[in-house]
């Protein structure tokens, strides 16, 4: 039987249900930390050890999280998902992928660089400067949203609306990720459009107790039709540029009807938007990723 290796430090109701779709296909898995993995470079045949693998390498990896921790222990983990990239198993996202994506400011620029509608930001490190754009845009009538490089769920973030919340202006771990703040009207909401193997599959409609409109922070679901093609293109543009397997797209309209992408989320979670989706996002993902692996039985390192 194939194995896959589903990486995650906490398996959950995402975990479950990939392990579901995995085994209804036929295919055995295991849960894996990248914390417990290892660059074993002693021998030839195994330079990467992961737990739960001894005599052979997975015939996939499914990325379903990457743990937090210092520059080097997150540079080691993605090292692992390259390592493995190279020995020929596909991972689903890539660790190139990962890197994009977790870092807002390449995100940004990339997204920016193919011509993706997004918001203007700036990220930089002098205090002097980033307080000048940010009085800059509020006299002109702006608002500006202060994100950390690294971060989820809505977590760190900080708006700022007139001058005198100012007061409190300070970077995140020494560096300023500004974005221009998006106006969508009365109500707070954006979308989250899931796109796998190029093609949109489901959309939500985040609607935010706050300006946060996170489902982690206590925002309603609804459900969004796929007969949007401006918006279902416009994610699948931002996946494409940003050459990833599969992503969450939060998207944005601002009070004249514009779109333009907030964020793409290589490891993106998807319970809120199953609860108001009738296809099953977990099947389609595993067939997905499924497809990209090599057409043969004694799958991908086994030992000669």
Same mark, same amino acid.
């Given at each position: 039987?194939?194995?896959?290796?589903?990486?995650?430090?906490?398996?959950?109701?995402?975990?479950? &249900? /990939?392990?579901?779709?995995?085994?209804? !296909? =036929?295919?055995?898995?295991?849960?894996?930390?990248?914390?417990?993995?290892? %660059? +074993?470079?002693?021998?030839?045949?195994?330079?990467?050890?992961?737990?739960?693998?001894?005599? &052979? /390498?997975?015939?996939?990896?499914?990325? !379903? =999280?990457?743990?937090?921790?210092?520059?080097?222990?997150?540079?080691?983990? %993605? +090292?692992?998902?390259?390592?493995?990239?190279?020995?020929?198993?596909?991972?689903?996202?890539?660790?190139?992928?990962?890197?994009?994506?977790?870092?807002?400011?390449?995100?940004?620029?990339?997204?920016?660089?193919?011509?993706?509608?997004?918001?203007?930001?700036?990220?930089?490190?002098?205090?002097?400067?980033?307080?000048?754009?940010?009085?800059?845009?509020?006299?002109?009538?702006?608002?500006?949203?202060?994100?950390?490089?690294?971060?989820?769920?809505?977590?760190?973030?900080?708006?700022?609306?007139?001058?005198?919340?100012?007061?409190?202006?300070?970077?995140?771990?020494?560096?300023?990720?500004?974005?221009?703040?998006?106006?969508?009207?009365?109500?707070?909401?954006?979308?989250?459009?899931?796109?796998?193997?190029?093609?949109?599959?489901?959309?939500?409609?985040?609607?935010?107790?706050?300006?946060?409109?996170?489902?982690?922070?206590?925002?309603?679901?609804?459900?969004?039709?796929?007969?949007?093609?401006?918006?279902?293109?416009?994610?699948?543009?931002?996946?494409?540029?940003?050459?990833?397997?599969?992503?969450?797209?939060?998207?944005?309209?601002?009070?004249?009807?514009?779109?333009?992408?907030?964020?793409?989320?290589?490891?993106?979670?998807?319970?809120?938007?199953?609860?108001?989706?009738?296809?099953?996002?977990?099947?389609?993902?595993?067939?997905?990723?499924?497809?990209?692996?090599?057409?043969?039985?004694?799958?991908?390192?086994?030992?000669?």
């Amino acid at each position: 039987m194939r194995r896959i290796a589903i990486v995650t430090d906490d398996p959950g109701w995402h975990g479950k &249900r /990939l392990r579901a779709a995995l085994a209804a !296909r =036929g295919y055995d898995d295991r849960y894996v930390s990248l914390t417990a993995c290892k %660059l +074993d470079l002693e021998t030839e045949n195994f330079p990467v050890s992961l737990p739960g693998f001894a005599d &052979r /390498l997975p015939d996939g990896v499914f990325v !379903r =999280g990457v743990p937090g921790g210092s520059l080097e222990q997150v540079v080691f983990y %993605l +090292d692992i998902l390259h390592a493995l990239s190279l020995l020929g198993i596909p991972v689903y996202n890539e660790g190139r992928a990962v890197e994009r994506t977790v870092d807002k400011a390449m995100t940004s620029f990339l997204l920016h660089r193919a011509g993706i509608p997004t918001p203007p930001a700036w990220v930089l490190a002098d205090p002097d400067t980033a307080r000048h754009i940010a009085e800059r845009e509020l006299n002109a009538g702006h608002g500006v949203v202060s994100k950390p490089l690294f971060g989820s769920q809505g977590q760190g973030l900080r708006r700022y609306q007139t001058l005198d919340d100012l007061a409190g202006f300070s970077p995140d771990n020494g560096l300023f990720y500004l974005q221009r703040f998006v106006h969508c009207g009365e109500q707070p909401h954006d979308f989250r459009v899931f796109v796998i193997g190029d093609k949109a599959v489901a959309a939500m409609r985040r609607c935010g107790v706050t300006w946060l409109n996170n489902v982690h922070q206590g925002a309603r679901c609804e459900p969004v039709r796929l007969d949007n093609r401006l918006l279902c293109r416009l994610a699948e543009d931002a996946v494409k540029a940003l050459d990833m397997g599969y992503a969450g797209v939060d998207i944005i309209r601002d009070e004249h009807g514009r779109y333009s992408v907030l964020e793409v989320n290589s490891i993106p979670a998807w319970k809120g938007l199953q609860s108001v989706s009738e296809v099953s996002i977990a099947d389609l993902l595993v067939e997905d990723f499924l497809r990209r692996l090599p057409a043969r039985d004694t799958g991908a390192g086994a030992l000669p």
